[in-house]
Nanobody, 120 residues
Framework: QVQLVESGGGLVQAGGSLRLSCAAS????????MGWYRQAPGKQRELVAI???????NYADSVKGRFTISRDNAKNTVYLQMNSLQPEDTAVYSC??????????????WGQGTQVTVSS
């Protein structure tokens, strides 16, 4: 089993910044990709950004140039630096650990989610 613990959400004014962190813990595992997804009220969950163990990244068009995802493989931790936040960025942000290898099997895991609220 792998547990994901997120931190860093909160309330910020438009134009402000927040940094989210997500740490994975467990024993004897490796994680291929870690990412951030968000879900706003009444909307479907969407990918915000994802990063592979090799450092390849992918971003939603709506956050390109404003958000930066990074990863510390030694700490099994992923970060999301969010700049120039806008009210439309308001959502519950959830961390993912994808293709987590434990023994001969692979699993996906999700964090509990952290609220990000951007006021206008």
């Amino acid at each position: 089993q792998v547990q994901l613990v997120e931190s860093g959400g909160g309330l910020v004014q438009a134009g402000g910044s927040l940094r989210l962190s997500c740490a994975a813990s467990g024993s004897k595992f490796s994680i291929y990709a870690m990412g951030w997804y968000r879900q706003a009220p009444g909307k479907q969950r969407e990918l915000v950004a994802i990063i592979t163990i090799g450092g390849t990244t992918n971003y939603a068009d709506s956050v390109k140039g404003r958000f930066t995802i990074s990863r510390d493989n030694a700490k099994n931790t992923v970060y999301l630096q969010m700049n120039s936040l806008q009210p439309e960025d308001t959502a519950v942000y959830s961390c993912s650990a994808e293709r987590v290898r434990i023994g001969f099997h692979e699993y996906d895991y999700w964090g509990q989610g952290t609220q990000v609220t951007v006021s206008s």
